[in-house]
Nanobody
Framework: QVQLQESGPGLVKASQTLSLTCSVS??????????WGWIRQPPGKGLEWMGA???????YYSPSLKSRTSISRDTSKNQFSLRLSSITPADTAVYYC????????????WGQGTQVTVSS
């Protein structure tokens, strides 16, 4: 059974760097042809795709967040991580990690999400 679990601080100060980790069980993150993504949902708004890392380590970023976002992985721990720099209160959101398919971009397994609040 595939499971994803986000972890990280719930409260971060503005101008700092947010770091989140997604722990995956049930499937190695190097399995072809999956990608592993980060998606967020600000309060009262829709889902926003932030970026992903492919089974081969290739990274993909949303153009609007690319300058502030870095996604990496630790295959020995079966985890992948998100770093978002220079955060502002506008980055307050529920952050999700999810498994997707590189060919379609669709996501089939999601973590439960973690609330991140940015204080000014």
């Amino acid at each position: 059974q595939v499971q994803l679990q986000e972890s990280g601080p719930g409260l971060v100060k503005a101008s700092q760097t947010l770091s989140l980790t997604c722990s995956v069980s049930g499937v190695p993150i190097i399995t072809s042809y999956y990608s592993w993504g980060w998606i967020r949902q600000p309060p009262g708004k829709g889902l926003e795709w932030m970026g992903a890392i492919g089974y081969d380590g290739t990274t993909y970023y949303s153009p609007s967040l690319k300058s502030r976002t870095s996604i990496s992985r630790d295959t020995s721990k079966n985890q992948f991580s998100l770093r978002l720099s220079s955060i502002t209160p506008a980055d307050t959101a529920v952050y999700y990690c999810a498994r997707g398919y590189e060919a379609s971009g669709e996501y089939d397994y999601w973590g439960q999400g973690t609330q991140v609040t940015v204080s000014s």
